[in-house]
């Protein structure tokens, strides 16, 4: 304790005996470049991959993700699961979980966060689960509602079969019921607690779960504090605080980092890997991870309106050039729209669109383009390497004679606002779970972002879509799942694939921790330790 600290115990009552017992653990403090992009934690609403990074800290799923070992599901707030048919899954929930408010997790809790007023509002919560909502002020945002549906676009109902038990039931079959409940819009929070709140905005930003820290003051742009949930079922969390930083610049988040005003810094670059570890102090650590960078087209664009145009786009880049450059190979180029965890509904055979400029040339003649200008809308760095990599397309771009015009923007409403000016931007794609439907048909099919911003549709996808998200057949979902592909990134392009995406957190050295092969920090017992 500080000197000043010691001077304030005779005010405030503090026996010496309480010394003795103050908790010692570390608070551990993280600058990253941006908290919260819509300024709320409750998980339908953020999203991306900010939100992810920080959502496993206080949210939990019923299935968890092995995030630092091989990306498969384990048990987590349920001890077991089991399929009934090809449209049910049953619970067994786990037992003593203690949630942020100090109550025990209920059947109810779970009938309520995956079925009730939290997702889809009071005009859905009456016929799925029987939670009754209404209470003024707590009707969640348009866009908590559209992810819910897009999550969980079968279901129909989550029923409680006895205390400690419950039911997952869609209307139609699906075989990836398991991988849509371990994604974290289905994350367990406190029926009592929302309730409670005064407004959805509070709520939203003080969400209550059952991690291993909860949140104690969230100041938007800022910083966001946890403290640590010592009742936790997972075992009392090894730091005492987590304090989340917001700090846009690198050179910031470094300099913090040598300082000493924090330990870990995330979203380093990857020419400045090299530059942190001279200091024996630190180390960085990360890789790829289960998310692809993408540049979205317009289709309502007036150039961007001929399929031929967007074509020609797709192989004017040299994905491979952009990974050596700017990535220092330190990532790869996803074959389209996938990852290998897929498994059996990886296709091996697939690939992009390849660079070759003269068929971009090609292309253009037949599309009889004349050089007019494309917009491409950008934020500065939000994406590791956002702007070099936008500044090296444009060159490509160019080298095929596209006239590709860079705009710079200061937020995402700027980025997707409607209009004749809106052409191209940067995307990326979080794989939730290791299927396609929790990828392309997620973002891209119907209820999705590409979708609901009015930016590309393609009827025969749409189709496609809903026959991946019901199919049981492995052998016909694999040749949808192609067609879909073929559709969306060859004949009329909603997207094209740059690179797998991959992250960096720099760090004290002398903490034990392991990155995750995604964006989440994992900062529970038995994967943080400091020093004796």
């Known amino acids: 304790m500080r000197r000043r600290d010691l001077a304030l115990l005779p005010a405030i009552g503090l026996a010496a005996p309480a010394l003795a017992q103050a908790d010692q653990r570390p608070t551990v403090t993280v600058a990253v470049q941006k908290i919260s992009n819509s300024n709320t934690l409750e998980t339908p609403r953020e999203q991306s991959n900010v939100g992810f990074r920080i959502s496993t800290l206080y949210a939990e ?37 203690r949630m942020h408010d100090g109550r025990t997790m209920t059947a109810e809790d779970v009938q309520f966060s995956l079925a009730g007023a939290r997702l889809f509002g009071s005009g859905e919560g009456r016929t799925r689960g029987g939670i009754t909502a209404g209470q003024d002020g707590l009707e969640p945002q348009p866009e908590v509602i559209a992810t819910a549906r897009r999550t969980f676009p079968g279901l129909e109902r989550v029923e ?22 371990a994604q974290n819009v289905g994350v367990i929070f406190s029926r009592a607690a929302f309730e409670a709140a005064g407004n959805w905005l509070a709520w939203a930003r003080q969400p209550v779960g059952t991690g291993p820290y909860r949140v104690a003051e969230f100041r938007p742009d800022q910083s966001l504090i946890f403290e640590a949930h010592d009742d936790y079922w997972g075992g009392r969390p090894p730091a005492r605080r987590v304090r989340i930083l917001e700090v846009p610049e690198v050179s910031s988040r470094i300099n913090a980092l040598v300082s000493g005003e924090v330990d870990f810094a995330t979203d380093i670059p990857p020419d400045q890997v090299a530059a942190v570890e001279r200091n024996a102090r630190f180390e960085v650590l990360g890789s790829p991870i289960n998310n692809i960078r993408l540049i979205v087209f317009d289709q309502n664009h007036a150039v961007l309106r001929n399929p031929l145009v967007r074509r020609a786009m797709t192989h004017a880049i040299d994905r491979r050039a952009i990974v050596e450059a700017l990535w220092a190979g330190r ?21 992009n669109p390849r660079f070759d400029l003269a068929e971009a040339r090609r292309l253009l003649r037949e599309a009889n383009y004349r050089g007019e200008p494309i917009p491409y809308r950008c934020l500065n760095n939000y994406y590791i390497n956002q702007t070099a990599t936008a500044q090296v ?16 923007m200061e937020n995402w409403s700027q980025i997707q606002e409607p209009g004749p000016t809106r052409g191209i931007r940067d995307w990326s794609n979080t794989h939730v779970f290791s299927d396609p439907v929790g990828s392309l048909s997620r973002a891209m099919g119907p209820g999705g972002p590409l979708q609901r911003n009015r930016e590309w549709t393609n009827e025969e996808f749409n189709r496609l879509s809903a026959e991946l998200d019901g199919g049981t057949d492995r052998a016909r979902r694999r040749v949808v799942f192609q067609r879909m592909l073929e559709i969306i990134e060859r004949e009329d392009p909603g997207y094209m694939v740059l690179h797998t995406a991959a992250t960096f957190v720099a760090k004290r050295r002398d903490i034990r921790w392991r990155a995750s092969r995604g964006w989440p920090l994992d900062f529970r017992a038995g994967n943080l330790a400091f020093p004796a």
């Open 61 to 97: 799923s019923l299935i968890g993700t092995n995030w630092t070992g091989d990306m498969g599901q384990l048990p987590e707030l349920a001890s077991a699961w089991r399929r009934v048919d090809d449209r049910t899954v049953e619970f067994d929930l786990r037992q003593g979980v």
């Open 160 to 181: 409680i079969v006895r205390d400690g038990v419950v039911r997952f039931v869609n209307r139609t079959p699906d075989v990836t019921i398991e991988g849509r409940v």
């Open 331 to 351: 990532t790869e180029v996803s074959r389209g729209m996938q990852l290998e965890f897929f498994g059996d509904m990886y296709l091996r055979e697939w690939d």
């Open 393 to 408: 397309m444009v060159e490509m771009w160019r080298a095929a004679g596209l006239n590709v015009q860079l705009q710079m």
